[in-house]
T-cell receptor
Framework: KAGVTQTPRYLIKTRGQQVTLSCSPI?????VSWYQQTPGQGLQFLFE???????NKGNFPGRFSGRQFSNSRSEMNVSTLELGDSALYLC????????????FGDGTRLSIL | GESVGLHLPTLSVQEGDNSIINCAYS??????FIWYKQESGKGPQFIID?????DKRQGQRVTVLLNKTVKHLSLQIAATQPGDSAVYFC???????????FGSGTRLQVQP
């Protein structure tokens, strides 16, 4: 069974731009979560989607948004990029999200110049 | 490789020894706990999980211990191998939250 796939692996943007990251979950998994990983803050929860609905949201500004499609694939968008948005963005999937192992992709490394 | 964390606590062990990685959690409402291994340039990889109605759970070469009284979690790796070198994260969750809160991680270095 294929794992969680994230594209692109690397991205370089400049301040003020916007970016869209993509995640394909494990087949059969309907919950998709997004996390931001930085050396200073560690792994922090962004949001979780299930059946195209956002069920949970972390403590991030509204510039961070996401969506989920009917095939469970998910995208996250960051608008008006800031230098501090440079991070590894990780997507994780699970069957339905609650008290289950979340399986992670290898992330998208976003660098803001 | 890419650095996960610049100032992570590091546990250095000899190949073949047993490793114990500790984690303290803060939320008394947490009822689900999970350990991940992250190698350089990769995403976290699931190792083992445990629910709060258990004190111990064993997998292949790994054991997780949960002490709810002192809010402490540990991961024991038997016969540590060079391939076990990575950063290890504990994470906690609670029913209905559908989000994991991660610890800051411990770097395990296995000396051949």
């Amino acid at each position: 069974k294929a794992g969680v796939t994230q594209t692109p692996r690397y991205l370089i943007k400049t301040r003020g731009q916007q970016v869209t990251l993509s995640c394909s979950p494990i087949s059969g998994h309907r919950s998709v979560s997004w996390y931001q990983q930085t050396p200073g803050q560690g792994l922090q929860f962004l949001f979780e989607y299930f059946s195209e609905t956002q069920r949970n949201k972390g403590n991030f500004p509204g510039r961070f948004s996401g969506r989920q499609f009917s095939n469970s694939r998910s995208e996250m968008n960051v608008s008006t990029l800031e230098l501090g948005d440079s991070a590894l963005y990780l997507c994780a999937s699970s069957l339905d999200g609650s008290n289950q192992p979340q399986h992670f992709g290898d992330g998208t490394r976003l660098s803001i110049l | 490789g890419e650095s996960v964390g610049l100032h992570l606590p590091t546990l250095s062990v000899q190949e073949g020894d047993n490793s114990i990685i500790n984690c303290a959690y803060s939320n008394s409402a947490s009822d689900y706990f999970i350990w991940y291994k992250q190698e350089s340039g990769k995403g976290p990889q699931f190792i083992i999980d445990i629910r709060s109605n258990m004190d111990k759970r064993q997998g292949q070469r790994v054991t997780v211990l949960l002490n709810k009284t002192v809010k402490h979690l540990s991961l024991q790796i038997a016969a540590t191998q060079p391939g076990d070198s990575a950063v290890y994260f504990c994470a906690e969750g609670y029913t209905g939250r559908r989000a994991l809160t991660f610890g800051s991680g411990t770097r395990l270095q296995v000396q051949p």
